[in-house]
């Protein structure tokens, strides 16, 4: 069973529920995956968002109604950041109302 990048071993006949086993009291060994024997693909920084456009292109030209959801999906988010920022302009956040200003202490 692969969970992120390592293969997780199980010498038992329980399954896995969600991530977990179903007997805590079964022990699990780490094996790292073999080199070679998965092929890894990323895309990080300015790449990842000319594929993630390209692919909206794409299916708002090849599929009608995805330009519908595409639209209401669009006009829904700009309605709720109008509003959030209307709201937040006409009320700011006072020092008074911020509690916990350093949650971690640094």
Known sequence: MFHGEHLYKCDCTYEYVRGFLRNPAVKLSIMEPESGSRYRFSLKGSAGLIVALAVVAILLIA???YRWFFLISVLIGVV???G???WHRLRPIKETEVHNK???GL
């Open 63 to 65: 599929l009608p109604a």
């Open 84 to 86: 959030l920022t209307l």
């Open 80 to 82: 709720i950041a109008g």
């Open 102 to 104: 350093r949650p971690l």
